[in-house]
């Protein structure tokens, strides 16, 4: 099976900055498109950013200029570097990948646990 693992989530004051990182782990054989979503309580899942095994990174309108996103192929990870953040920003992040498994060679939409960011005014 795959796994995705978020790590880097936690409390931030306004103005701050935190580095959400994602590791795809099991039995992969490739890795392609990647991506972190958003979550509020009683709203639904949004696209923050995302990214393709060349490189290629999209962006919500929202958090364009603020947030910078990127991988390491070679480590099947991911990061989100979260820059002057608000309190708008406070949301469960998730880490989404797209995985062809080594066992099955089918791409599947695999999604981590979600990591909490929280931004106090």
């Known amino acids: 099976q795959v796994q995705l693992v978020e790590s880097g989530g936690g409390l931030v004051q306004a103005g701050g900055s935190l580095r959400l990182s994602c590791v795809a782990s099991?039995?992969?054989?490739?890795?392609?498109?990647m991506g972190w979503y958003r979550q509020t309580p009683g709203k639904q899942r949004e696209l923050v950013a995302t990214?393709?095994?060349?490189?290629?990174?999209n962006y919500a309108d929202s958090v364009k200029g603020r947030f910078t996103i990127s991988r390491d192929n070679a480590k099947n990870t991911m990061c989100l570097q979260l820059n002057s953040l608000k309190p708008e920003h406070t949301a469960v992040y998730y880490c989404n990948a797209r995985v062809v498994n080594i066992l099955t060679y089918r791409e599947l939409s695999y999604w981590g646990q979600g990591t909490q960011v929280t931004v106090s005014s």
């Open positions: 990214i393709t095994s060349g490189g290629s990174a």
């Open positions: 099991g039995t992969i054989f490739r890795v392609n498109d």
